[in-house]
């Protein structure tokens, strides 16, 4: 809708020059996660070329132009429901972007971050990705990222 | 891509009459939730018509045309991460329907559900709804509907 677009145009790129992507609401889900270490539920979004990756499986390397995007929320018990963990706080919404050259240092991929409904940039300084892609080595394997698609027919 | 949709074609009808909706797939997600007694992660998606109705909070009654899936899996351990629970067996993707008249003896939403991989429709005649619609009564306030839009500026 017309005013949260113009609420994103105003979002501060994060202290590496990365701006949020505009789209990413139209973005298709690839995966959710539950982080039992978080108490938190996750989202995750990935654009047309990754979806299309991720589909043929051609994911090691991601093809450049891939993003991917997650969502985080805190815990909430549904009001009506209580065995339903569902969404409550936004905590942030993160990003990576593929670009094999331009971000050859985190191993292809470009990562922000914007915390909260207020939507402020994650960091300090560029050196803010260092944390995100050493944890991210862990899925080296599978290009650095660590959703699969979920199954489905 | 082009499999998966003559794979959907081939779908058997729900008891009651229901088809698969075909472009569920492009619908945008809602929501996300974590069923404790199920041990499952589901991702809620709405089409064009249920999320303008979502965004703009009209949804008490939601308009007839809105659309709402969820895809259901039972909880797996992600195997790099043990924190993370994530996506494992597809068990099931339902569907709401909302057209007040048609489905006016289940409070105005058809119900379908269909299981697995193998998408086999679920009940064994079309009173398979009035299990659905019973349970759904207790998210009445909220024109039956248990989910509530994910908070995202």
New interface residues.
């Given amino acids: 809708?017309a005013p949260?677009l113009s609420?994103?145009a105003t979002v501060a790129p994060a202290p590496n020059g990365i701006a949020i992507p505009k789209d990413y609401?139209?973005w298709?889900?690839l995966?959710?996660?539950?982080?039992?270490?978080?108490d938190s539920?996750?989202?995750i979004?990935a654009n047309p070329i990754a979806t299309?990756a991720a589909?043929e499986g051609k994911t090691n390397p991601w093809p450049d132009g891939s993003m991917l995007a997650k969502?985080a929320?805190k815990?909430s018990t549904?009001p009506?429901?209580a065995?339903?963990?569902?969404?409550g706080?936004?905590t942030h919404?993160e990003f990576m972007i593929r670009d094999s050259k331009k971000f050859a240092d985190t191993n292809g991929w470009g990562y922000a971050r914007w915390l909260g409904?207020?939507?402020k940039p994650y960091g300090n300084d560029a050196g803010f990705a260092q944390e995100c892609s050493t944890c991210h080595l862990?899925?080296k394997?599978t290009g650095y990222v660590?959703?699969?698609k979920?199954?489905?027919?």
Same sequence: chains 1, 2.
């Fill in positions: 809708s949260a609420r994103e609401k139209t298709q889900p995966g959710v996660s539950h982080r039992t270490d978080k539920l996750r989202i979004l299309k589909t969502l929320w815990d549904h009506n429901f065995a339903a963990t569902v969404p706080e936004l919404v409904m207020e939507q862990q899925a394997e660590f959703t699969r979920a199954p489905l027919p």
